[in-house]
């Protein structure tokens, strides 16, 4: 896919850029970087990083791209609840999410800052941003399979999910993660000690329970299906 615009697409953009409003744009406050699979195949996992609002103290939004770069592809979104809101779902919907317990506690989980931030703020602000997330959930749509090669956002929706428990996650992509942005997981998972673990709410995390579900297009309809199975 070419990255290539054309000097008239370039104005028009300028020109945009400097006149419209975006306002729900403005509105992202913050920026975490952490690891999604597929929910109905644990061995695709993919980088994702997340820029998101927060439209009040128990919801945020987020925009998730593949890379932190200009031309980086827009690849999906993730709706992140509180505790107290989560509770409040239908058992049904519980299904579609997942916690951010062990995101957090593993270190895996991480909120870049610039190089020019010096690191003991960086790291406060990271552990209070962790603070809050910890106890939440996430459901998170990617729109592009960016892992199988696609040169544009193909087929339909794929639900995804978190990781929870140690031996889960792809050791090359966490490593090569951390060594671009120059961290060390095991080192935050230390620093993270003192953040409590939350009890996690058994309806989020199906596909642990053989509850994967993914969206499969038949003619105009979107249907589901779990375990693999229509």
Known sequence: MSNE??????ALDSAASATQSFAPLSSI??????????????????????YCSHVSEDFRQCVIYDAP?????????????????FKTFPEEEK????????EVKSGML????????????????????MEKLVGTYGKT????????????????????MGLTAD??????????????????SEEKRK??????????DAGANAWERGGAWQAQMEGCDVKGYEGGKK
């Open 5 to 10: 615009k054309t000097l008239g697409s370039i």
């Open 29 to 50: 406050c913050e920026t975490v970087c952490g690891l999604h699979f597929y929910s109905h195949d644990m061995t695709r996992q993919v980088e994702a990083h997340h």
């Open 69 to 85: 770069t200009p031309d980086a592809k827009l690849i999906g979104i993730e709706y992140i609840v509180s505790e107290k809101v």
């Open 95 to 102: 299904r579609y999410w997942h916690s951010h317990h062990y």
């Open 110 to 129: 991480i909120a870049p800052f610039p190089s020019a931030v010096p690191k003991a703020v960086a790291d406060y602000a990271e552990h209070k941003a």
């Open 141 to 160: 749509w990617h729109l592009w399979e960016v892992d199988a090669g696609h040169p544009y956002p193909f087929g339909p929706p794929r639900l995804m």
């Open 167 to 184: 031996g889960q996650v792809d050791q090359k992509l966490l490593a090569d993660r951390d060594r671009r942005f120059g961290v060390d």
């Open 191 to 200: 620093l993270r000690e003192d953040i409590p673990m939350p009890v996690v």
